[in-house]
């Protein structure tokens, strides 16, 4: 079994908001991170799909459609967007890093060809990533 990892990096703006709770617990839980205005985040995306290598190729995937498959499913969707109001996934959900990983694991599942998603890796900062894995 290969693991192959490609990285990507997108910008995007979000705050965070619970509507069942308070304005005062919302603050209280958030902080400045609560500001309805947002705030925003240079991201750095790392996706590692799993697999053999192909004979006839040496590849374990195609790092193009690789790149293609991220930049369509993912960075097109959320590069500078305030995910709270343009992403739908972020409707009815608060848009941690940890939501923000799931989505991208969703958005990636099963659209693999000859390789399986193995992990999904996003940094927020240098010192915090969220990963996620799960059978695909």
Known sequence: MVYLTRRAEFSASH???NPKLSA????RIF??????HGHGHNYTLEVTVAGEVDERSGFVVDLKRLKELMS???IDGLDHRHLNKEVPEFR????????????IWDRLKGKLDGARLHRVRLYETDDLFVD???EA
Do not use: F, M, Q, W
């Not at 005062?24 to 603050?27: A, D, H, P, R, V």
């Not at 009815?92 to 989505?103: H, M, Q, R, V």
């Open 31 to 36: 902080g400045k991170c609560n500001n309805p």
């Open 132 to 134: 996620v894995y799960g």
């Open 72 to 74: 369509r499913e993912v």
């Open 92 to 103: 009815d959900k608060i848009p941690t890093t940890e939501n923000l990983a799931i989505a």
């Open 15 to 17: 705050y965070y908001h």
């Open 24 to 27: 005062e617990e919302n603050l």
